[in-house]
């Protein structure tokens, strides 16, 4: 979508790069930019800098080198650990915020460096870390993050796109990660908002296509193209008309098309929805359960009760699809190991009660992501303990099952709790970010103050390597995005926060 916005635009020429292929470089380019989805993406920022001949660090950069931008989830969630390689970063969505963003810079393209970032600060959504600052007490603890004068706004909001159509695919290739499919978003962000989940807090409010103006035509469009169908959403079968979409995919026009939709809610899985995406070529349905445990459930405010997913996959199964996946989790706040038990008690009986589906469990430790209610929550160890667990009971009763690795959850959480202070840690990782021992030296040299520091004002040693990944916080306690204004309020959170621990 970024890059077709960009494309549509006469005074723009813009290519895209790809990390794995070895592209030639475009070192004159005026404008450097990156989304980033996930937080183990970021650190590969540096280095793609300097191979394409670009200062590493933004105060390093001159009037002749590119503006280099960012946005995505990431980094409109929390961008202080990367923030001193960007001079620019965008928060929210892009439909309105990027044509605004390069407006502001075609004003004044050829002003010297400075001004154009102080012009690019008055955009709304538009974050340059340079002319905030981080302030900390006499115990290196952050206590806030000011604008550097009083001409740059003291807050950042995140921009929200309100039209009623969404994205679809601008480029299919056999070549891309899902080939030749052409994907098209139903739904933004999710009603449910279940208290760790970004893809929901960051994005609010729940935001629906339309069905007529937005979702056939770009379905009918992407069908030029390609027999694939890709229904996009953190949770697609929540839009109010999803039922008619999957009507009008029943005709016999798309008989030679083949639907695929990403995770959908289990209460609304219906034999219905089952007979069509299996007769359009879905093998299987994906939900999210979280945890077996109905106590656990109820914590992370997930409305989902056993016999919910016991019909899901009565459904599944009489509609004609294979198999099933379920995501889940361990490590959520409170969680107790009868808790994960109960995960593992779950899919034995839904195995036993549909016999003939496959079933597939997911699962990832809880990791703390900014902007949601367990932001202040740590990652807790005995996570990893707990896969061990669910392997153990899982596997050898015939239960895939596909854990994700702890040790990379808790460097997820060192990226999405630290603030600057970590970039002279991701600097000097290097190629050792592949591993988890590079991490753990580089923090550790951070910590003995032995790291180049990034270059500007010296800041203190970061805090304790437990105090960001494991550590509850406290609710006063001065966030590394405290200035950013996501969709709710600090006090918001923090309500939702207590609601679901007591
Ligand atoms: S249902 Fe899924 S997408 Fe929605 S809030 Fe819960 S975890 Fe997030």
Redesign the pocket.
């Known amino acids: 979508m970024v890059w077709a916005s960009l494309a549509r635009r006469p005074d723009v020429d813009v290519r895209r790069l790809f990390t794995d292929q070895k592209d030639p470089l475009h070192r004159s380019c005026d404008l450097f930019g990156l989304s980033l989805s996930w937080e183990l993406d970021g650190p590969v920022l540096p280095e793609l800098l300097s191979n394409h001949g670009i200062p590493v660090w933004a105060s390093e950069r001159d009037d002749m080198d590119p503006i280099v931008f960012g946005g995505g989830p990431v980094l409109t969630a929390n961008p202080e650990p990367l923030a001193p390689f960007f001079d620019a970063v965008l928060l929210g969505d892009g439909e309105l915020l990027l044509p605004a963003f390069i407006d502001a810079l075609q004003s004044c393209r050829s002003a010297p460096r400075q001004e154009r970032l102080l012009t690019l600060a008055q955009v709304p959504g538009v974050y340059v870390p340079s002319l905030y600052s981080p302030r900390y007490d006499a115990d290196g603890t952050l206590i806030g993050v000011d604008a550097i004068n009083t001409s740059i706004p003291a807050s950042i909001e995140k921009q929200t796109w309100r039209g009623n159509t969404l994205s679809h695919s601008t480029v299919i290739t056999p070549e891309a990660a899902w080939p030749d499919i052409h994907m098209v978003e139903v739904v933004r962000s999710?009603?449910?908002?279940?208290r760790?989940?970004l893809?929901?807090?960051l994005t609010l409010p729940f935001r629906t296509a339309s069905l007529e103006d937005g979702l056939i035509p770009a379905v009918e469009k992407g069908l030029a193209a390609t027999r694939r169908i890709g229904l996009l959403g953190?949770?697609v079968t929540q839009h109010p008309q999803f039922n008619e979409l999957l009507q009008w995919l029943d005709q016999d026009d798309f008989d030679d098309t083949r639907v695929s939709v990403s995770?959908v809610?289990a209460a609304t899985v219906n034999p219905e929805l089952s007979r069509i995406l299996a007769k359009r070529g879905s093998r299987s349905l994906t939900i999210?359960i979280?945890s077996g445990s109905e106590r656990m459930r109820s914590v992370?405010?997930?409305k989902l009760s056993t016999e919910e997913i016991l019909s899901a996959a009565h459904h599944a199964k009489q509609g004609g699809l294979r198999g099933l996946k379920l995501y889940g989790m361990v490590g959520l706040p409170s969680e107790t190991d009868a808790d994960v038990e109960d995960t593992a008690t779950l899919l034995l009986h839904l195995k036993k009660k549909t016999p003939g589906l496959r079933f597939t469990l997911g699962t990832s430790t809880f990791v703390p992501k900014a902007q949601t209610p367990f932001q202040w929550q740590g990652v807790r160890p005995e996570a990893e303990k707990r896969l061990k667990l669910l392997a153990k009971r899982l596997k050898p009763n015939g239960i895939e099952f596909r854990p994700e690795s702890y040790g990379w959850s808790v460097i997820q959480a060192l990226l999405s709790r630290s603030d600057r202070r970590l970039a002279p840690v991701i600097a000097a990782v290097g190629e050792a970010r592949e591993s988890m021992g590079g991490w753990k030296k580089s923090y550790r040299a951070a910590l003995n103050g032995e790291l180049p520091a990034a270059p500007g004002e010296p800041l203190p040693r970061p805090p304790a390597w437990d105090e960001v990944i494991r550590e509850i916080w406290q609710p006063n306690r001065v966030l590394p995005w405290t200035h950013l204004k996501g969709p709710l309020s600090q006090d918001r959170l923090q309500e939702h926060h207590d609601q679901a621990l007591q």
């Open positions: 999710c009603p449910e908002l279940c760790f989940c893809a929901s807090y953190a949770s995770s809610r999210a979280e992370v405010n997930k």
